[in-house]
């Protein structure tokens, strides 16, 4: 079964609004998990790196007034889309390490935006 | 320059049809390669992970193979299946002590498996 949860699985906005989508570890803490935004027929690409109980790591190029990382808990992490435009449409993906010293990454089923 | 290059970028094959996915990667220091499974609209779902010492790894029907002196792995579909229809990515992390979150993502390959 899923090991890391999405949600929502869709959604959409109109332009201006902000979004936020959470992504849980079902049976496991993650003091780390990863968001990806994914572009039709492109690659996942690495936004930024949540951190339990500090700041989220951004990549570069991504903006971190527009893209709100919370690691509320050790089983939750936040990525809110604020001031959402047409651009910010996309494919939005967690994951998370399960397990002390694995290295498997478990992906959510990730979340369908929509801005209008 | 993607330091990941899968390809061919797009296949077609037939139900029951054999295919193998290549993956060349320049990522160094490497700690270990992985290949997904994702299927459209959903996230990437694991199929293996192979670290440095480790030239096959299978799961089902799929074989991964990876070669750490040429830098290159293939996953190997047997008796394919219309649910096999998906994109393969694969990914190489960068060792070091944050090998875990140092990924380095292909593009994908689309794969289409026709009746």
């Known amino acids: 079964g899923a090991v890391v949860s999405q949600h929502p699985s869709r959604v959409i906005c109109k332009s201006g609004t902000s979004v936020k989508i959470e992504c849980r570890s079902l049976d496991f803490q993650a003091t780390t998990m990863f968001w990806y935004r994914q572009f039709p027929k492109q690659s996942l690409m690495l936004m930024a790196t949540?951190?339990?109980?500090?700041?989220?790591?951004?990549e570069q190029g991504v903006e971190k007034d527009k893209f709100l990382i919370n690691h509320a808990s050790l089983t939750l992490s936040t990525l809110t889309v604020t001031s959402a435009h047409p651009e910010d449409s996309s494919f939005y993906i967690c994951s998370a390490p399960k397990g002390l010293g694995t290295d498997t990454q478990y992906f959510g089923p990730g979340t369908r935006l929509t801005v209008l | 320059k993607n330091q990941v290059e899968q390809s061919p970028q797009s296949l077609i094959i037939l139900e029951g049809k054999n295919c193998t996915l290549q993956c060349n990667y320049t990522v160094s220091p490497f700690s270990n390669l992985r290949w997904y499974k994702q299927d459209t609209g959903r996230g990437p779902v694991s199929l293996t992970i192979?670290?440095?010492?480790?030239n096959t790894k299978s799961n089902g029907r799929y074989t991964a193979t990876l070669d750490a002196d040429t830098k290159q792995s293939s996953l190997h579909i047997t008796a394919s299946q219309l649910s096999d229809s998906a994109s393969y990515i694969c990914?190489?992390?960068?060792?070091?002590?944050?090998?875990?979150?140092?990924?380095?993502f292909g593009a994908g390959t689309r794969l289409t498996v026709k009746p």
């Open positions: 192979m670290t440095f010492s480790e």
């Open positions: 949540s951190n339990e109980g500090s700041k989220a790591t951004y």
């Open positions: 990914v190489v992390s960068a060792g070091g002590p944050d090998g875990n979150n140092d990924m380095r």
